[in-house]
T-cell receptor, first 115, second 111 residues
Framework: DAGVIQSPRHEVTEMGQEVTLRCKPI?????LFWYRQTMMRGLELLIY????????DSGMPEDRFSAKMPNASFSTLKIQPSEPRDSAVYFC?????????????FGPGTRLTVL | GQQVMQIPQYQHVQEGEDFTTYCNSS?????IQWYKQRPGGHPVFLIQ?????EVKKQKRLTFQFGEAKKNSSLHITATQTTDVGTYFC???????????FGDGTTLTVKP
């Protein structure tokens, strides 16, 4: 298995632009998580899905952030318009209730820089 | 809401010294997981503890789950430079759909 796939790996954009981050979870996993990591705030859970349905989006900073999961193999996190304070590493992770440990498998992350 | 506190935030040790990070929850947990994130990398699952008082070992790493299932620790014996990184605990509350991550302890090892 290729693991969790995220794209792009790096994104540099200008303030005000729309940014779309993509994630392909591990096949068969029924949970998908989006995290943001910064030096100041650490690892923050933004939103998570179960069977493609958003369960908890209380971590989404504001209306500029939106996430979708149109099917079991794809999710997007969109920021519109982007701001410099959105600069961070964004991780996608997936897990399965079918496995004993329910461990989360993290993707390599997308490093976002908003100028 | 549930909080998971981790201490210390940073730890600098000389190679060969021991290292311990502690994780404390405000509520009883169903399980606790530990992850390691190397510099520039992503969190990688290490282990899960489920039972009260459980102790698990992975080579030089010893993981403990408290009797009340509210706290946990990770102990590394005789640290090596390959141990550098940030160690996160993640606690799962009963009937919760997601684990809550602590802020992590960043370990640096001086050769």
């Amino acid at each position: 298995d290729a693991g969790v796939i995220q794209s792009p790996r790096h994104e540099v954009t200008e303030m005000g632009q729309e940014v779309t981050l993509r994630c392909k979870p591990i096949s068969g996993h029924d949970y998908l998580f989006w995290y943001r990591q910064t030096m100041m705030r650490g690892l923050e859970l933004l939103i998570y899905f179960n069977n493609n349905v958003p369960i908890d989006d209380s971590g989404m900073p504001e209306d500029r952030f939106s996430a979708k999961m149109p099917n079991a193999s794809f999710s997007t996190l969109k920021i519109q318009p982007s701001e410099p304070r959105d600069s961070a590493v964004y991780f996608c992770a997936s897990s399965s209730t079918g496995t004993g440990d329910n461990e989360q498998f993290f993707g390599p992350g997308t490093r976002l820089t908003v100028l | 809401g549930q909080q998971v506190m981790q201490i210390p935030q940073y730890q600098h040790v000389q190679e060969g010294e021991d290292f311990t990070t502690y994780c404390n929850s405000s509520t009883t947990l169903s399980n606790i997981q530990w992850y390691k994130q190397r510099p520039g990398g992503h969190p990688v699952f290490l282990i899960q503890l489920v039972k009260s008082g459980e102790v698990k070992k992975q080579k030089r790493l010893t993981f403990q789950f408290g009797e009340a299932k509210k706290n946990s620790s990770l102990h590394i014996t005789a640290t090596q430079t390959t141990d550098v990184g940030t160690y996160f605990c993640a606690g799962l509350r009963t009937n919760a759909g997601k684990s809550t991550f602590g802020d992590g302890t960043t370990l640096t090892v001086k050769p």
